[in-house]
């Protein structure tokens, strides 16, 4: 994102229009958690070599095992299918998925926070026609806002032209998560340039609409398998009904919808960052130096408390930040803080867990390895550093009250 497009909140304290996130009961919440977790380890962490070597998330495995554990519909109410959890509730099973291969959890966590935007955007009638099949997997929409040429929110280049009840869209997207199995593109356009910022609107976009093509982009750093194209859009009719919210009001959801999206990040940083201390805790009891194990050793043990100190904190912020999201509230502030202090928390610790490990940790041997590579993407995904700097600091300039 640029800072044009993140930087608009105003000041005070907001109200979301659709709070619709009640969750589950407790002792069902905690039944849910625990049959997860156990599906997450036993059913999907088993995967990790295979996806890494083929850099290729094999959907006709994996697809089935969400769909049985849940993972489509984690935030979607339940009367459309979906398992209903509260953000509060979701964010330990994001991290949970955060510890195993990076691929899975770019699938899972992409299409469920594009599901929970939808919630807070789309019309009843929209959330009806899509919502449940999104629930079982069969549907899925993936979020198309960063462009090629052009700097995202204000700056972007793609069109949507009114042509009687259609619109008529042209532009070029890339980096576009889920584009292997998208059924549904959320496509940012401009539909009034003369308005700037007043001017762009979500409009949906099925796969399969003539006009548009799907291209891979090369490999990624880490979360391999994860799929990223480029979307191709020339003269892409859609019905004018297709249009998510209101025409122009574009920019003002993608700061409503990137706001808690941004704390899901912040959760993948502290689901990576606590399995590469548990890896570090088992790792340096095990190793032994000039007789004694490394973790014996006061340089070590400074490590140990520096991780886990960043991740103590990260937990408090992230909870803070999802209470207030529940209880209906805007985040902006602490949106773009939990993002950027998850993503330097997890640089830290990944970091502080390679040196635990010495040597052998740069080998594949150990998960730290994939971690350490995995965590890099959290710098860019919602945005990179300078655009969370921008939104708080913009936040606070403009007299934003957090404790209100
Ligand atoms: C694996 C992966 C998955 C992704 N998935 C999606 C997706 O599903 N949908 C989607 O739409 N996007 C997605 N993205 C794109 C991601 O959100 C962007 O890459 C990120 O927001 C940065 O935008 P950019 O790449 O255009 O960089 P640029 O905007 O070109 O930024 C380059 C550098 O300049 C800085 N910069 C740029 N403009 C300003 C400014 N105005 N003020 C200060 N600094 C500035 C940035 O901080 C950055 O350091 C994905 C990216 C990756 C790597």
Redesign the pocket.
């Known amino acids: 994102?640029?800072?044009?497009t993140q930087a608009g909140i105003a000041g005070s304290v907001k109200m979301r229009s659709r709070p619709e996130q009640t969750g589950l009961p407790e002792k069902e919440y905690e039944a849910f958690k625990r049959d997860i977790f156990e599906a997450i380890w036993r059913d999907l962490d088993p995967l990790e070599e295979q996806i890494e070597n083929d850099e290729h998330v094999p959907h006709e495995i994996v697809d089935p095992l969400l769909l049985k554990m849940g993972a489509f519909g984690l935030m979607i109410p339940r009367r459309f299918g979906g398992i209903g959890l509260s953000t509060s509730q979701y964010m330990p099973i994001l991290a949970e998925f955060s510890k195993i291969q990076g691929g899975i959890r770019?699938l899972v966590h992409?299409h469920n926070s594009v599901s929970h935007g939808l919630l807070e955007i789309a019309s009843e009638e929209q959330l009806q026609a899509i919502m449940p099949a999104v629930a079982k997997g069969t549907k899925s929409v993936?979020?198309?806002?960063?462009?090629p040429d052009f700097?995202?929110g204000a700056d972007i280049g793609t069109g949507a032209v009114r042509d009687g009840d259609d619109y008529v869209i042209n532009g070029r997207?890339?980096?576009?998560?889920?584009s292997d199995f998208a059924t549904h593109f959320m496509i940012?356009a401009k539909t009034d340039p003369s308005k700037g910022a007043d001017g762009i609107s979500s409009i949906l976009v099925e796969r399969n609409t003539p006009g548009l093509t799907v291209t891979p982009l090369p490999e990624?750093m880490g979360?391999k398998g994860?799929e990223?194209g480029q979307i191709d859009l020339v003269n892409v009719r859609v019905p004018v009904s297709n249009i998510l919210g209101k025409e122009g009001e574009g920019l003002t959801q993608m700061e409503e919808v990137l706001e808690i999206s941004r704390v899901f990040i912040a959760a993948t940083s502290l689901g990576t960052a606590e399995r590469a201390m548990e890896l570090s805790l088992d790792f340096a009891k095990k190793r032994v130096t000039f007789g004694k194990a490394i973790a014996s050793r006061q340089a070590i043990q400074r490590y140990i408390a520096e991780m886990g100190t960043d991740i103590y904190a990260l937990r408090g912020m992230i909870a803070d930040a999802t209470a207030k999201w529940d209880s209906g509230r805007r985040i902006p502030a602490e949106a773009s803080m939990s993002k950027l202090f998850g993503l330097e928390a997890v640089g830290r610790v990944t970091d502080r867990s390679l040196l635990i490990h010495g040597g052998i940790g740069y080998t594949r041997k150990y998960p730290i390895e994939r971690l350490y590579r995995d965590a890099r993407?959290n710098w860019?995904?919602?945005?990179?550093?300078?655009?969370q700097m921008?939104v708080a600091a913009h936040a606070f300039l403009n007299g934003y009250d957090w404790d209100a």
């Not at 994102?1 to 044009?4: E, G, H, L, P, Y």
């Not at 993936?142 to 462009?147: P, R």
Request: glycine share 12%.
């Open positions: 994102m640029n800072a044009n770019v992409v993936a979020f198309g806002l960063t462009e700097g995202s997207k890339w980096l576009i998560t889920n940012i990624t979360c994860g990223h993407l860019l995904e919602e945005g990179p550093p300078t655009i921008a």
